[in-house]
Every structure is written in C-alpha cells, then in structure tokens.
Nanobody, 117 residues
Framework: QVQLVESGGGLVQAGGSLRLSCAAS????????MGWYRQAPGKQRELVAA???????NYADSVKGRFTISRDNGKNAVYLQMNSLKPEDTAVYYC???????????WGQGTQVTVSS
C-alpha cells in the first residue's frame, strides 16, 4: 500500500503564493507518475500538473507559467509551487500517484487552497 499525505494548503490573497507538498510512504518503489489534481465546488476534478520519475511534466493550460511541479525521488515527495494565485484557483488539491507495476492509482486526502480577491 501507498499512503499520500498533503500539506501546505491555506488561505492566501490573490497574487500570493503557496507551496504544496505531498509525501508518499509504504510501497513506493513502483511509483511512476505523480501529480496534482484539484476540485472546486460544483466542478469535476481536473489535472493541475503531473511529473514522471525522469522529470517530464504536464500542466493544465490555466496554470502554465504560474505553477511549477517538482519531485524528489529519494524522498518520494512531489511539490507544487503556486505563484500569482487567482480566486479561480480555489479548490481542494489532491496528490496522486500511479504504480507502473499494477496501474493502481493512489490519492491523498486533499488540502484546501482558498484564494481571496
């Protein structure tokens, strides 16, 4: 089993920054892609950013140039640096990890990000 624990969410003014962290524990050796998704009230969960073990990244168009995803394979952690935050970034942010052995998807509990106008 893999456990994902997110941290770093909070309340911030528009234009501010937050850094989200996700630490994976358990059977982490088979994790390939890790990423961040978000879900705002009344909306479907959407991809924010993803990163492979070798550093290939993918971003939602809405966050390109503002958010940066990174990971530390030794620590089994993934991070999301969020700059120039907008009210529309308000959502619960979830960490995701995928196993390349089983294709099983693991999710964290989520961390709330609220951006005020």
């Amino acid at each position: 089993q893999v456990q994902l624990v997110e941290s770093g969410g909070g309340l911030v003014q528009a234009g501010g920054s937050l850094r989200l962290s996700c630490a994976a524990s358990g059977s982490t050796s088979n994790i390939n892609v890790m990423g961040w998704y978000r879900q705002a009230p009344g909306k479907q969960r959407e991809l924010v950013a993803a990163i492979s073990r070798v550093g290939n990244t993918n971003y939602a168009d809405s966050v390109k140039g503002r958010f940066t995803i990174s990971r530390d394979n030794g620590k089994n952690a993934v991070y999301l640096q969020m700059n120039s935050l907008k009210p529309e970034d308000t959502a619960v942010y979830y960490c995701k990890a995928e196993s390349y052995l089983t294709n099983y998807v693991y999710w964290g509990q989520g961390t709330q990000v609220t951006v005020s106008s």
